[in-house]
C-alpha cells in the first residue's frame, strides 16, 4: 500500500517517495459525546443529546536505508512532511488484487515494482502530533526502520470525498426540438387547399416558416384526435419563397415525410388545441416546447420534484459543518421564493425576476449578490444518505451545489 499526503496548498507526495511502504492502514469509527446532566435524588440522567468529535487513523510502514547518512536525510524528511501543524489530506492507496499474492518460486526479484496501487473513494483532513521512527534492524546490509503515525481529524470526524462545483440536472430524456414556435402565431387561420390563409376556427399558423434541407425527414405529431376539422397542413417552398405546394394529414396523428428536391422552407398549420410538434429526424420523442416560447422555461428548468442531488455518503452533510452553498438561477419570475430539499423549506418574502441569482449557504443568503437574510426564514440544509434529497421550487430554474462533498463514516 501506499499513502497519499495532499497539502493545502495542493502540492500533492506518496510515501513511496521516501521509501516508504505501507503495511497497515487503520481508521475507527467516529468517536460520540454526550451532553447530559445528573440531579440529585433522581435516577437516571437528563440527556441533552450528542454528536461526533473525532476520527483517528493509524499507519505503519516500513522504509530502508543504505547507511546512516541516508537513513537521516529521509528521517528529516519524514519530519517535516508529516509534522504540518496546519495538517493535510492523507488517502490510502490500496493495492490491486491481482498482484498482491503469488506462488512460493513463481518469480523472483522486483515483486514490489509489480504491485499497483489504487486510490480509496475517500480521503481525511488531519494532523499528527509526533509520527515514531524505530530501527527494525539491519537487513541485508541496509538499515529497516519502522514508521508510525497516528493522524487525527480536523473539521469533519468523517471521511470525504474531493469537493467539486455540482450542477444538478433533471433525469429526463432526450426531447427532439420543437421547430413549431408557438409565439406571434396566427390564431383561428390555416393553410387553405391552395396554399393561401384561410379563416378556420380550431387551426393557428406559425408565424414564420421552418429552413429545411432537400431530402431530410421531418416527423409530425399531434395529441388532438385528427380529423379534418384537426389536424397538420403545410407549404412547401424553394429557395426564392416561391409556393411549390401544399398537403394536408386528416389521417394521421404521427407521420413522417421527406423534404422534397427543390424545397428550402417549411409553413406550417396545425390544431389550435392539444400539443403538437415538429422534428426533425424519424423518431417521435414526447412533446416539449420550442425555445423561443413563453412556456419553454418552466418546462425546461422547472424544479417539480424531478431533480434530486445524488448524495452518497453514509452520514448526513450537515450545511452549517461542511459549509457547502447553493446556487440557484431563476428562469423565470414569481413575487416570493421557496425552496425545498425533501423536507426542509427556505422561503423569502421578496420578488423573483428571470435570471435573478440566489446563493444560499446556511448563514449568508443573497439575491445578485446582496443581502436578503432579513427577508428569508434562515433555513439551512442537511444531504441525507439513503434518501432523495429532491428539489422543489416554485421558480422554475438551474441549481449547482458548490462544494459538494459525500461523507463517510
Not at 499497483?116 to 538499515?143: C, I, M, Q, W
Not at 416546447?289 to 442531488?309: C, H, K, M, Q, T
Not at 418574502?349 to 443581502?371: R, W
Request: charged share 20%; aromatic share 12%.
Amino acid at each position: 500500500m501506499d499513502l497519499l499526503i495532499e497539502k493545502l496548498d495542493g502540492s500533492r507526495y506518496y510515501l513511496s517517495q521516501y521509501k516508504v511502504l505501507i503495511t497497515e492502514f487503520e481508521e475507527s469509527a467516529p468517536s460520540v459525546t454526550r451532553n447530559n446532566m445528573q440531579l440529585d435524588q433522581r435516577n437516571g440522567n437528563i440527556d441533552f443529546g450528542g454528536w461526533q468529535t473525532g476520527k483517528t487513523i493509524n499507519i505503519t510502514g516500513y522504509y530502508r536505508a543504505d547507511d546512516m547518512d541516508e537513513e537521516e536525510v529521509l528521517r528529516e524528511k519524514l519530519y517535516a512532511l508529516l509534522s504540518d501543524p496546519d495538517g493535510y489530506y492523507i488517502t490510502q492507496l490500496k493495492t490491486t488484487h491481482e498482484t498482491a499474492v503469488e506462488r512460493p518460486g513463481e518469480t523472483s526479484g522486483g515483486y514490489y515494482d509489480k504491485l499497483k496501487d489504487y486510490p480509496s473513494h475517500k480521503r481525511f483532513l488531519v494532523y499528527t502530533e509526533a509520527p515514531e521512527l524505530e530501527l527494525v534492524g539491519n537487513v541485508g546490509g541496509t538499515l529497516l526502520y519502522k514508521i508510525t503515525a497516528e493522524f487525527k481529524t480536523i473539521k469533519l470526524p468523517y471521511g470525504e470525498s474531493v469537493q467539486q462545483d455540482l450542477y444538478v440536472k433533471p433525469n429526463v430524456p432526450y426531447y427532439g426540438r420543437n421547430l413549431i414556435i408557438r409565439t406571434g402565431e396566427i390564431v383561428n387561420t390555416m393553410i387553405g387547399a391552395d396554399g393561401s390563409l384561410q379563416a378556420w376556427g380550431s387551426a393557428s399558423v406559425m408565424h414564420d416558416k421552418i429552413t429545411v434541407t432537400a431530402g431530410e425527414k421531418l416527423t409530425f405529431h399531434q395529441e388532438q384526435p385528427v380529423d379534418a376539422a384537426y389536424c397538420f397542413r403545410y407549404n412547401w417552398y424553394d429557395t426564392d419563397g416561391t409556393y411549390l405546394s401544399r398537403v394536408a394529414h386528416p389521417e394521421n396523428a404521427i407521420f413522417t415525410v421527406t423534404v422534397p428536391e427543390n424545397a428550402a422552407a417549411l409553413w406550417v398549420s396545425y390544431p389550435n388545441v392539444g400539443r403538437v410538434k415538429v422534428e426533425r429526424g424519424t423518431t417521435a420523442t414526447p412533446w416539449s416546447p420550442a425555445p423561443e416560447d413563453s412556456e419553454y422555461n418552466s418546462w425546461r428548468y422547472g424544479l417539480n420534484g424531478n431533480v434530486s442531488i445524488p448524495y452518497s455518503g453514509t452520514v448526513p452533510c450537515n450545511q452549517l459543518e461542511q459549509q457547502f452553498a447553493i446556487e440557484l438561477t431563476a428562469m423565470g419570475g414569481a413575487s416570493s421564493l421557496s425552496f425545498k430539499i425533501d423536507d426542509t423549506e427556505l422561503t423569502y418574502s421578496g420578488a423573483v425576476a428571470d435570471g435573478d441569482v440566489f446563493m444560499f449557504s446556511g448563514f449568508s443568503y443573497t439575491q445578485n449578490g446582496l443581502s436578503i437574510v432579513s427577508k428569508t426564514n434562515k433555513a439551512y440544509f442537511i444531504l441525507q444518505p439513503d434518501k432523495p434529497n429532491r428539489i422543489t421550487c416554485n421558480v422554475p430554474g438551474t441549481v449547482k451545489i458548490l462544494g459538494f462533498q459525500n461523507l463517510y463514516a
